[in-house]
Nanobody, 124 residues
Framework: QVQLAESGGGLVQAGGSLRLSCAAS????????MGWFRQAPGKEREFVAT????????YYADSVKGRFTISRDNAKNTLYLQMISLKPEDTAVYYC?????????????????WGQGTQVTVSS
């Protein structure tokens, strides 16, 4: 059974940093792209970042570009999201996801497996 477990969320002041992790179990995803999405209260789930199967190619939403860094450790079957210069508008539940292929984009439908999410709250 495939499981994705996010961790690292919490409450932080504006300008602060957090590092999210997503540990995958049940199978290895070294041949799949992975990504992060987020969903704020009353809003639709939105794309944050994606990384290809090798970690060599990344793509970010404009709203987080330059502040967030996605990375992966295939040996540990783990995905990361380093977040700096956090803003109150970054407050959301953050979800990791596994793509259907080796590369992926920003579309929700590109992703096959999803975690349960971790809450990130940024206070002003």
């Amino acid at each position: 059974q495939v499981q994705l477990a996010e961790s690292g969320g919490g409450l932080v002041q504006a300008g602060g940093s957090l590092r999210l992790s997503c540990a995958a179990s049940g199978r290895t995803f070294s041949s799949r792209a992975m990504g992060w999405f987020r969903q704020a209260p009353g809003k639709e789930r939105e794309f944050v970042a994606t990384i290809d199967w090798s970690g060599g190619h990344t793509y970010y939403a404009d709203s987080v570009k330059g502040r967030f860094t996605i990375s992966r450790d295939n040996a540990k079957n783990t995905l990361y999201l380093q977040m700096i210069s956090l803003k109150p508008e970054d407050t959301a539940v953050y979800y990791c996801a596994v793509s259907r292929g080796v590369y992926s984009g920003s579309a929700y439908t590109d992703y096959e497996y999803w975690g349960q999410g971790t809450q990130v709250t940024v206070s002003s």
